[in-house]
């Protein structure tokens, strides 16, 4: 069974770099066709798309983030990162890790989420 | 971007309640839409697929339709696990956008 772990600091300072990296088990991260994803979630609100990667490193991203969002695979570990550049309160959120069969899909398998609070 | 508007945005309704949920898209995205269900401190659920198909394991009274830009989500008998909040999401388009939610509260 695919398992999907995400990993990072909880707290981050504003104008600071959020990480985060996500550990698949149960699978491959490179199995053909599969693209890798990060949500997020404020409190107490709706989900937003961050982007996704595939395993030879193609990625998109939301254009709305783009310009402060940097995803990147190990094929190595299993493991795929998120990187949030400038962050401010409003950046505080629950991120998710997730599964996409395909590029442009939904998202199949999801990991636990971890909170991350940007405060000083 | 696509906009996704779900409504309500609130719906209070009892066990063996039908519970219908609408997702609206800004723009024509085929049958490009998920459903995902949410409880209070867990990760989506998905539910649905390509608009109508059931993914493996969720029970038959879920039931997606619709095509275009009008979208439904049903609960055939609404059952005491059910309770929880419902996002629709788009992926015909390179930015993938998710509705508001519905959150299903116990009436």
């Known amino acids: 069974q695919l398992q999907l772990q995400e990993s990072g600091p909880g707290l981050v300072k504003p104008s600071e770099t959020l990480s985060l990296t996500c550990t698949v088990s149960?699978?491959?991260?490179?199995?053909?066709?599969?693209?890798w994803g990060w949500i997020r979630q404020p409190p107490g609100k709706g989900l937003e798309w961050i982007g996704s990667?595939?395993?030879?490193?193609?990625?998109y991203y939301n254009p709305s983030l783009k310009s402060r969002v940097t995803i990147s695979v190990d094929t190595s570990k299993n493991q795929f990162s998120l990187k949030l550049s400038s962050v401010t309160a409003a950046d505080t959120a629950v991120y998710y890790c997730?599964?996409?069969?395909?590029?442009?899909?939904?998202?199949?398998?999801w990991g636990q989420g971890t909170l991350v609070t940007v405060s000083s | 971007d696509i906009q996704m508007t779900q409504s309500p945005s609130t719906l209070s309704a009892s066990v063996g309640d039908r519970v219908t949920i609408t997702c609206r898209a800004s723009?024509?995205?085929?049958?490009?839409l998920a459903w995902y269900q949410q409880k209070p401190g867990k990760a989506p659920k998905l539910l649905i697929y390509?608009?109508?198909s059931l993914e493996s394991g969720v029970p038959s009274r879920f039931s997606g339709s619709g095509s275009g830009t009008e979208f439904t989500l049903t609960i055939s008998s609404l059952q005491p696990d059910d309770f929880a909040t419902y996002y629709c999401?788009?992926?015909?388009?390179?930015?993938?956008?998710f509705g508001g939610g519905t959150k299903v509260e116990i009436k």
């Open positions: 997730a599964k996409q069969l395909e590029r442009l899909y939904y998202f199949d398998y």
């Open positions: 149960g699978g491959s991260i490179s199995s053909s066709s599969y693209y």
């Open positions: 990667i595939y395993y030879s490193g193609s990625t």
């Open positions: 723009q024509s995205i085929s049958s490009w």
């Open positions: 390509k608009a109508s």
């Open positions: 999401q788009q992926y015909n388009s390179y930015s993938l956008t």
